[in-house]
């Protein structure tokens, strides 16, 4: 016995000594929550990987989060706002049916590599992206090259739109003019992607020697998207590491930026699954700010000296209403009635964060063509169920899909969303059946086949333009809405080709009256998502269309 | 003892085969595909079935099925449709964060479990005894993911004795040469490498050994009380033969066997264990990416993950059986 005894001694000062190793480690490692003043790394919790480290392949926010702070587009929107400014190019203007741009260059600009940018190298990034072939011309890798300028040089693909860019010239070295074959609603809006950021000319001769190829049952990603070495855009930051393994994406400071520096010396990109993890990093002092707040965490951190700043709202939530899948829901009055039905109001003031609106039409008021004078649904039970029997459906039974296990931007709890709609709906005497799913791919699925009665889903702005919201779902038929209406497709086809930007703005404002007026689904809601930073950090402009330049970013 | 390695090993062979059957025929009765998981929120029909078509996901399963057989046999496990890079690399690159922690779960299961299995049972009623049965009762019942989560609330977000997610600290730049965090420290002479490594993996390795600490516990003791009443205990102490000899021959060598099945066994589970405790700690291994695969039905992965954990398991059955082997000396003459 007097073995284990001694044994159990060791064993227990061995755990104490290590127990006071860690605790000084964790001393020693910082808390960035509450110390400054030397730090020259911010951390930032991201919610997912990025998937490129080149913009031009990817469509998803989390690989523009962190591309955006190494690259960046001819025009780009103002710091904390959505009102499209100068980027690479001081000025730009257009001819008056909008079909061929100029752009006056920043001058004085180098990229990464050491390149210098000039209208050269705006040329060759459109002709890159204009002449790409096979794999690259699927919509999984080039999904904004054709949202925004249609197809490509040789379409490979028969459906393929018809290319809109025609050309890109540099009149001199500080001139480019990129004409397009028709006008579009997307433009200049689509000139500020990420998606379409200037990258080095050295660095794309570099990315034509590795191809994205489709073999097989996947599409493989060209091995410099995936590794930090190669890309080289202007930004203030470099991307100088991808550590898969280890989740974080780190970048450096670029010295030789053309406008002001970073404050912060490294930025890294630390991928935190979970909304509790990414808070819980954030009051432990790993990261120094996060995204995706849940709004009921919003208070708790806010008490505790977190700054959490929400964004202008920039986002619209909706209920969807498939009328192939039911036919009672073809009946305007039964449209109708659902609006009536449903207490919105009372949604944004118990799910959203503060901020938050109802919606009155499917953009949200930041956006130009924003019309105060659609048609109104008002919270009414009565007239809900009157119109009900006016249409002879007063049994009505719906299928009603929600997601599950998400959250977005635009709709932080689905199922409590969901169940308050759910008992509106029933006490207009509507009988409900629930059909929960997994958000990806089921739910999605499910919706953009059009097999639910009624579905909730929303939209993240890309750009101000009126069209990035109307036209993404009444523009043409979608089995998402299952109708097919001239007068809907026409008001907002017309808005979208209309070159004179007053005059598109008005379109708009008649094309989301017209849409009102035939009710194909309830707009619900536009939440400003909210975002939190370190007690010690002096955090950036935040932007409602999610896109924080973290340069902006330093310590107290 | 050979032929025992090559017939096992031959073994293998049908079961990967009738397991990927099963498994194409599972996978593709799972509603959705990749293709919306890729495009998200933004696909419409043409473009999902554009991807399809590019994918091969619109021809017939048996031709996919031959597909996949073909590319198994080139040693090729396809490209992972969320990454867009070849599942092999994705899983080189994670697999030894998961194997890392699997084996630090298990050596605190073991060290701490046998041991205390062993006291219980030698004092039995006693406090000791209590004390660990009904803690192992505790550890049984408590999911993985819960524990982890109290875990990293008290000693990561409260205390800040750990770090609260990842498997190394931000910006460590250390050198990979096998991707086990703690060897290559150790291997390059970082040894600060090795440290942080081992301070990220203390949280997510003690939640993770609970259900196998427990288990081991139970089953030790069990075990140990079953030996101490056979004969040739009594007889051996009777003999008067040294405590040491008598605990350490008689009493443990034949107590463990039926424990080491269960590390075996338990060994395979861990891998299972540890989807959930990543993901409570954002641990870059196999666990949260496997996790992804199923929401973004990424196939190639999938299917790869669990060819592997099939091969895993045939394996580790290979190795309790020769384990066996050196413990009691009379399994080989059988």
Not at chain 1, 23 to 49: I, N
Request: with cysteine.
């Amino acid at each position: 016995m007097p073995i284990f005894k001694s044994r159990a001694v060791r064993v227990i000062t061995a755990a104490v000594a290590v127990g006071l190793v860690a605790t000084g480690c964790a001393s020693e490692r910082g808390k960035g929550g509450d110390k400054g003043g030397d730090k020259d790394t911010f951390v930032f919790g991201a919610p997912g990987d990025p998937g490129s480290l080149d913009p031009a392949l990817a469509s998803d926010g989390e690989t523009f989060r962190v591309t955006r702070q190494a690259f960046e587009a001819l025009l780009e929107h103002k710091s904390g706002g959505s009102e499209l400014v100068g980027g690479l190019a001081e000025k730009w203007s257009s001819n008056p049916e909008g079909t061929v741009w100029t752009f006056n260059l920043r001058k004085g600009v180098k990229f990464h590599d050491g390149e210098a940018f000039n209208a050269a190298a705006v040329c060759a990034n459109y002709d890159h992206w204009y002449n790409w072939t096979g794999t690259y011309q699927l919509d999984a890798v080039s999904y904004y090259w054709r949202k925004i300028m249609g197809g490509f040089a040789k379409n490979e693909d028969p459906e393929a739109p018809k290319a809109n860019y025609k050309s890109c010239t540099a009149k001199d070295d500080s001139t480019a003019v990129i004409e397009v074959n028709e006008p579009s609603a997307n433009l200049p809006g689509g000139f500020s992607l990420q998606a379409l950021a200037i990258h080095s000319p050295k660095a794309l001769e570099e990315y034509k020697k590795q191809q994205a190829t489709s073999k097989g049952d996947a599409i493989t990603y060209p091995k410099y998207s995936q590794e930090a070495g190669t890309v080289a855009g202007t930004g203030p930051y470099r991307i100088t590491k991808w550590n898969k393994g280890n989740k974080e994406v780190s970048l450096e400071r670029f010295d030789d930026y053309w406008g002001d520096k970073a404050k912060v010396k490294n930025l890294v990109f630390r991928t935190i699954d979970t909304e509790d993890g990414r808070r819980q990093a954030l009051q432990a002092g790993d990261i120094d700010g996060y995204d995706l707040v849940a709004p009921a965490d919003i208070k708790t951190l806010e008490s505790a000296g977190f700054t959490v700043p929400t964004r202008d709202v920039f986002n619209l939530f909706y209920l969807g209403m498939t009328q192939e899948k039911n036919p009672a829901l073809k009946k305007p009055e039964v449209r109708q009635a659902i609006a009536h039905a449903i207490d919105r109001e009372n949604i944004v003031k118990t799910q959203l964060p503060e901020g938050g609106k109802v919606a009155t039409q499917f953009m949200p008021d930041t956006v130009a063509g924003f019309s105060e004078n659609v048609k109104k649904y008002p919270f009414d039970t009565a007239k809900a169920k009157s119109l009900l029997a006016g249409a002879k459906e007063e049994k009505l039974s719906v299928e009603f899909c929600y997601p599950t296990e998400v959250t977005r931007p635009y709709m932080p709890a689905p199922q409590d969303i969901f169940e308050l709609m759910k008992a509106d709906l029933g006490k207009a005497g509507i009988n409900v059946t629930p059909k929960p799913m997994k958000w990806a791919p089921d739910y999605l699925d499910a919706t953009e086949a059009g097999s639910c009665d009624l579905h909730m889903l929303g939209w993240t702005g890309d750009f101000n333009d009126g069209f990035n919201f109307i036209g993404t779902w009444f523009a043409k038929k979608d089995k998402q809405w299952g109708f097919d209406d001239a007068k809907v497709f026409d008001s907002v086809n017309a808005a979208s080709k209309e070159a004179d930007p007053a005059k598109r703005v008005d379109a708009y404002k008649k094309a989301n009256e017209t849409i009102m007026e035939y009710l194909p689904g309830l707009p619900i809601s536009s939440s400003p998502p909210a975002i939190a930073f370190g007690k010690n950090v002096n955090p950036p402009n935040v932007s409602p269309l999610t896109q924080e330049n973290f340069a902006e970013v330093s310590f107290k | 003892m050979l032929r025992l390695v090559v017939r096992r090993l031959l073994q293998l062979v049908p079961t990967l085969l009738g397991l990927s059957v099963l498994l194409f025929i599972w996978l593709n009765r799972l509603p959705g595909g990749p293709a919306s998981a890729i495009l998200g929120e933004r696909a419409t029909e043409a473009e999902v079935a554009r991807i399809n078509r590019a994918l091969g996901l619109d021809q017939p399963l048996y031709v996919q099925y031959g597909r996949f057989l073909k590319r198994i046999f080139e040693l090729d496990l396809g490209t992972s449709t969320q990454t867009g890079q070849p599942v092999w690399d994705e899983f080189v690159l994670r697999f030894p964060a998961t194997v890392e922690l699997g084996v630090a779960a298990m050596l605190i299961a073991v060290a701490v479990g046998i041991p205390l299995g062993y006291l219980a049972a030698r004092k039995r009623g006693g406090w000791l005894d209590v004390a660990s049965v009904s803690g192992s009762l505790v550890g049984i019942c408590i999911p993985v993911f819960f524990l982890a989560l109290i875990l990293k609330g008290i000693f990561a977000v409260n205390l800040g004795l750990f770090p609260s997610y990842g498997r190394m600290a931000t910006g460590l730049d250390a050198t990979s040469v096998t991707g086990f965090a703690v060897l290559d420290g150790v291997l390059t002479g970082e040894f600060d490498a090795s440290w942080d490594a081992i301070m990220h993996l203390v949280l997510p390795a003690l939640a993770l050994s609970s259900i196998p600490l427990a288990v081991i516990v139970r089953m030790t003791r069990a075990s140990v009380l079953e030996v101490l009443g056979e004969d040739y205990v009594r007889t051996a102490e009777s003999k008067g033969l040294e405590r040491k000899t008598v605990r350490g021959r008689h009493i443990l060598r034949n107590a463990l066997l039926p424990v080491v099945t269960t590390v075996g066994l338990l060994t395979g589970s861990l891998l299972s264990g540890a989807v959930l405790t990543e993901s409570v700690f954002s641990f870059g291994g196999i666990g949260s990416f496997i996790r992804n695969a199923i929401d973004a039905r990424d196939y190639p992965v999938l299917v790869g993950f669990i060819m592997f954990i099939a091969m895993v398991y045939v394996l580790i059955n290979l190795l309790v059986d020769l384990a066996y082997s050196v413990i009691d000396p009379r399994v080989r003459v059988h």
